[in-house]
């Protein structure tokens, strides 16, 4: 069992002031809980005619709340003055439930099984990384999804390509 929260976004705006962008940017950040230096690589994006950015995080602690992050970001100028942003955003916090543990010993006396008795303990889980590949596969595709669900048109101009 998972015990999680999930937030997702996407967002495409045309013809940011470059002026404004960081503001912008700034106010995408928080809305999105972006740490600052994904903020700063978004920004990044005035100083290039292109920038594309794709980000995986996975923070796994055995036991302990852990995350998963992935977003996909472009940014292109399209003149001097005027910038445009794409952001795709899925975020998981999740903890993994623990392993139970159930071990039967049988209780004999002068070799008659008189009965079992049972111990039940437990262990937290461990992911492989293949395990971890899975989660991350799976988190792609949900922003994918969600970003193409919200920009219809985004997926007509990625299918004209193939």
């Given at each position: 069992a ?13 013809g940011i ?9 700034e ?22 005619a ?19 992050v992935y ?8 003149s ?22 159930e ?14 008795r ?11 990384e293949?395990?971890q ?10 922003a994918?999804?969600g970003f ?12 004209q390509?193939l």
């Amino acid at each position: 069992a998972v015990v999680s929260t999930q937030s997702t976004g996407s967002q495409v705006m045309e013809g940011i002031n470059l002026y404004d962008f960081e503001k912008v940017v700034e106010r995408l950040a928080n809305r999105h809980s972006l740490p600052a230096d994904k903020k700063e690589e978004i920004l990044d994006g005035q100083y290039a005619a292109k920038n594309y950015l794709v980000s995986k995080e996975f923070v796994f602690n055995v036991g302990q709340d852990s995350q998963l992050v992935y977003m996909k970001v472009a940014t292109i100028k399209t003149s001097d003055s005027k910038i445009d942003l794409a952001l795709m955003y899925y975020r998981l916090d999740f903890k993994l439930a623990p392993m139970k543990i159930e071990t039967r010993r049988k209780k004999r006396f002068l070799g008659i099984k008189t009965g079992t008795r049972t111990s039940i303990h437990y262990e937290p889980r461990n992911l492989s990384e293949k395990d971890q590949d899975c989660f991350t596969n799976f988190f792609r595709y949900k922003a994918l999804k969600g970003f193409l669900l919200e920009n219809p048109a985004a997926g007509n101009q990625l299918t004209q390509g193939l």
